[in-house]
C-alpha cells in the first residue's frame, strides 16, 4: 500500500485556518470600525506651527476643563469638506480644534476663508508627524477628548448622515454626559 504524505494535509488545513478567519472577521461588533490604541490615553502633543493669523492649538488645550474635539483635516480631502458643515455646527456648542494635514498654507487658507473656520485653535502639520502620533490613517478623522486630556473615541471618516447620527453622536453624548 502508498503512503500518503503527511504535505497533502497542508493546503486543506491552510483554507481551513483562512476561511475561519474570515467568518471570525465578519461576525464583528462592527466590522467597519477602526480601533484606536489611543482610546484611554492622554492625547499625544501636537505640532507648534498654525496658519498666519489663527490660534495656536497647544497640548494645555486639549487637557483643559470640558469634553473637546480635534479633527484631521486638510483642503485637498473631499470627505473634510463635506463634513464641515457638521463641524460648524458643534463648533457653536463646544471647542472643536483643528489640525491641517499635508496642506499648502494658501489652500487651507484659502478654504477656511471660503467655508468659515469652525476651529477655536489650529496647529498645521506638513510632513504628517502629529498624525502618526494620532494614530491617523486618511482625513477626516475626529477625536473626542476628555477634561483631563484623554482620548475617549476616534471616528474615522466624514461626519455626515447616518455615520455621524449613528455612530459619532451616541458617543459625543456620552462623553458631555459623563462630564456633568
Known amino acids: 500500500m502508498a503512503r500518503i504524505s503527511p ?42 506651527t498654525t496658519l498666519p493669523g ?7 488645550m486639549l487637557q483643559q476643563p470640558g ?3 480635534v ?24 471647542p472643536v480644534y483643528g489640525i491641517d494635514l499635508k496642506d499648502p498654507e494658501a489652500n487651507a487658507m484659502s478654504f477656511l476663508t471660503q467655508d468659515g473656520d469652525p476651529f ?17 490613517t486618511a482625513p477626516p478623522e475626529t477625536f473626542i477628548i476628555d477634561g483631563e486630556g484623554n482620548v475617549l473615541f476616534r471616528f474615522a471618516g466624514p461626519m455626515v448622515r447616518e455615520d455621524y447620527t ?3 453622536l451616541p458617543q459625543l453624548e456620552k462623553a458631555l454626559a459623563a462630564e456633568e
Open 120 to 136: 477655536h485653535a489650529l496647529a498645521t502639520d506638513p510632513k504628517g508627524r502629529t498624525a502618526i502620533e494620532w494614530g491617523v
Open 71 to 94: 479633527n484631521f483635516w486638510a483642503s485637498w480631502c473631499p470627505p473634510c469638506r463635506a463634513e464641515h458643515p457638521t463641524l460648524t455646527e458643534l463648533s457653536k456648542q463646544l
Open 166 to 168: 449613528n455612530r459619532f
Open 54 to 60: 489663527k490660534t495656536q492649538l497647544t497640548h494645555e
Open 7 to 48: 504535505l497533502v494535509a497542508l493546503p486543506p488545513l491552510a483554507f481551513a485556518a483562512l476561511a475561519g478567519m474570515f467568518l471570525w472577521g465578519m461576525g464583528r461588533d462592527d466590522p467597519d470600525s477602526l480601533p484606536s490604541t489611543m482610546i484611554g490615553r492622554p492625547a499625544p502633543a501636537v505640532s507648534e
Open 67 to 69: 469634553v473637546k474635539l
